[in-house]
Structure formats: structure tokens, C-alpha cells
């Protein structure tokens, strides 16, 4: 009954006629029941036709109306928990095994396409075993990358980048124990320690809540954390992992724009230290997705006039803009993740539902402003 409730107000909302309706609603129905029902910030009891209907009745003429359907439909990018998962199932198969097996090949002088050579050696075997996974954030899903790797030991794999020095010690320890018997009769290294870093995370369009610098050339973030850490002898981290290592950032999502950002800082923050940074991605959003200010077109046009400027706040700041239209750091994704919008999106889709214009998909918040 509330669905079609909902769909009367969408087809009075747009003006549609039955013919309108019955051409319209499988696709809605599909759209709705495959993804976007599942949407983690919805308020209780509230789907996807029903807040699509609320969208678009906040729009003052019909043709607004029908350009911002026409957008979700053909414009709107939405990752469904299936998908994200997919992607974590993939991210060390297509992504750190392969890297691993090139480098097992440099030091046998081996080929790299004789991968069934190579992955069948202890020198494999010990090198995946000197792999250590980090999580970045809650977004790496690190249970779920567990399950989807059991060729993986547990106890090279952890929740978080900043390791207790008991546990930093323990890892250490099965490390250790572990390399002697990969190695079968062959000689195991003496004093093993990781030598390849996996850095997770689930999705990033700007790279700079990773890494950033300061007017005074200061740096801050995760990674510039991570690599302080790593770096410094007395540090928990650094005492777990060999003279020379290799980071992989490996991100779920990102875009076009971040990886490159990324990269470029990386690559000189490594430089000259005992760390070598590789950024990856196992899906990553193109920049001919993005919305950008001054553009034109009717999406444009949307933005600049349906916007609550009580949404911008410090956080946003730091993005470099003046305003949140496009979201931070004017990233003008048109970008859904099932848990929550990112808030380079759009603020069409994400403004927060305590506002005079709420969002598609509202957001909420994860940092908010000292009352």
C-alpha cells in the first residue's frame, strides 16, 4: 500500500498520465528492489519511490522535475553492498597476488608468466606470508576480506594501521614460525619481517584525507601517519617490517583524479626513505562522470539553485572551496555507496535530511562542528 502510495505521488509529481506510469514502473520497481531500497541512511520506513517522490516534488517546474528523473536514470552511480563485496573478494587476487608473483620473479630470475612455477615455491609461499593487510578505515572490510582470502594466514591481517606493541609483536613472532614451515627443507630466512604493506580502504575521490600539506608544508592524514610510523626506528611498526618494503594503497573505489593525486605524493614521500608506494584501485570512476562548476546543462542549473549553504561547514573548508554544491574539494560525483553518500558527491543527492533541501539519498554526517 505504501508503494503505491508513493508511486501515485511520483506520477503527480511528474505529471504522468497511466500510459506514463506503466512504462516508467518496472524500471522504478527494478531500480528500487535490485539497489536503492537498500540504502543504510534511510530514515525508518522510508524507500527509495518514496524519497524519489519527496526529490523531485522540491523541484518548482516540470521540466526540473523530468531533468532530475532523467539524472537518476541515466546519470546516477549507486554501489550496492553486492558490489562493494565483489570488489573486496577481488582486491587480492587481481591486484597484491600478481604484484607479489612479478616480484618473487625478479629475485628467482624467473619468468613472470610462469605464474604455476612461481606461486607452487617456498619463495612464494614465505613472500605472501611476509605480506601484512592494514585497514584504513571501517570501509576496509576486513572480516569479509578474510573469508574471501583463505589462502591468507589470519595473523597477517588487522583491523587497523596503528598496531599495538603487543600485537605488533605477536605478528612477528608467527611470522617467524610460519616461514619455517613454508620453507619445507629449504632454508627459512633468519629473522623474517614483512616486506609488503596492504593498506585497505573502501572508496576515495580526492586522496586527501590520506594525504595533505599545510601552508607550512606540514603533512597530515592516514598515509603521512602511517609513513611517520614507519619510518621512525623507535616506532612499533617500523621494528615489524624489513629495511626496504613495498606500501600498496588498495582502494575498492576511487577515482580517476584521486589515484593521481595520490601517487604523486606518495612517490615523493617515499622517496629517498626504506618505503616504495604503489596506489591501486579495483574499480575506479572516470573524471568524464564528474560534475563540474560553471558547467552547462540542466544538472548544472539544478545544482546552483536547490542548494542549503548550512551544509558547508569546517570540514568543507578544507576542501579548498567556498561552497558545498559539488560537494567536497568540488569532486561533482554523481556517486551512491549503499552505507552512506560520500560527500564528494553532489549536494543534491546527499544534503542532510534536517535541511530545507534534503538530499536523494540523505547523508549523515561522520564530523560535525562543536555547538
Known amino acids: 500500500m505504501k508503494d503505491a502510495l508513493a508511486e501515485k505521488l511520483l506520477a503527480h509529481v511528474l505529471g504522468w498520465e497511466p500510459d506514463d506510469m506503466a512504462r516508467e514502473r518496472p524500471l522504478l520497481q527494478a531500480m528500487a528492489s535490485y539497489k536503492y531500497d537498500g540504502y543504510q541512511q534511510f530514515f525508518p520506513g522510508m524507500r527509495f519511490i518514496e524519497s524519489l517522490a519527496r526529490w523531485l516534488a522540491r523541484f518548482d517546474t516540470p521540466a526540473e522535475r523530468r531533468d532530475a528523473y532523467d539524472f537518476v536514470k541515466t546519470k546516477l552511480i549507486f554501489c550496492s553492498a553486492d558490489e562493494v563485496s565483489h570488489l573486496v573478494e577481488m582486491a587480492y587476487p587481481d591486484h597484491v597476488r ?3 608473483i612479478r616480484r618473487v620473479a625478479e629475485e628467482m630470475g624467473e619468468n613472470p608468466h610462469h605464474v604455476a612455477r ?4 617456498p619463495a612464494f609461499r614465505i613472500r605472501q606470508r611476509q605480506c601484512l593487510f592494514l585497514g584504513l578505515s571501517d570501509g576496509a572490510r576486513i572480516a569479509d576480506f578474510r573469508r574471501a582470502n583463505r589462502e591468507l594466514n589470519n595473523e597477517q591481517i588487522w583491523q587497523t594501521h596503528e598496531l599495538p606493541e603487543a600485537r605488533a609483536k605477536s605478528l612477528l613472532e608467527k611470522l617467524a614460525d610460519h616461514a619455517v614451515q613454508l620453507a619445507g627443507e629449504g632454508a627459512a630466512p633468519s629473522d623474517p619481517k614483512f616486506r609488503t604493506v596492504v593498506l585497505l580502504d573502501d572508496f576515495t575521490a580526492s586522496g586527501t584525507s590520506y594525504y ?3 601552508a607550512e608544508g606540514r603533512s597530515s592524514g592516514k598515509i603521512a601517519g602511517f609513513h611517520r610510523a614507519v619510518t621512525d626506528p623507535d616506532a612499533t611498526l617500523s621494528q615489524i617490517v624489513d629495511d626496504r618494503i613495498d606500501v600498496i594503497v588498495l582502494l575498492y573505489m576511487a577515482t580517476e583524479a584521486a589515484k593521481t593525486y595520490l601517487r604523486g605524493h606518495l612517490d615523493a614521500l617515499g622517496r629517498g626513505s626504506r618505503v616504495a608506494y604503489h596506489v591501486e ?9 564528474r ?3 560553471g558547467g552547462s546543462g540542466p544538472i548544472n542549473d539544478l545544482i546552483d539553485r536547490y542548494y542549503d549553504h548550512s551544509v558547508f561547514d569546517e570540514h568543507f573548508e578544507k576542501g579548498g572551496t567556498e561552497h558545498a554544491k559539488y560537494g567536497y574539494a568540488a569532486g561533482g560525483l554523481p ?6 553518500t560520500p560527500n564528494n558527491s553532489i549536494a543534491l543527492l546527499w544534503s542532510y535530511d534536517d535541511r530545507d533541501v534534503v538530499g536523494l539519498f540523505p547523508r549523515v554526517q561522520r564530523h560535525k562542528e562543536a555547538p
Request: charged residues 20%.
Open 335 to 340: 556517486v551512491v555507496l549503499h552505507h552512506n
Open 98 to 100: 600478481p604484484f607479489l
Open 291 to 293: 560534475f563540474r562548476e
Open 281 to 289: 584501485s579495483v574499480q575506479e570512476f572516470s573524471e568524464n562522470i
Open 212 to 214: 595533505r600539506t599545510d
Open 118 to 121: 612461481i606461486t607452487n615455491s
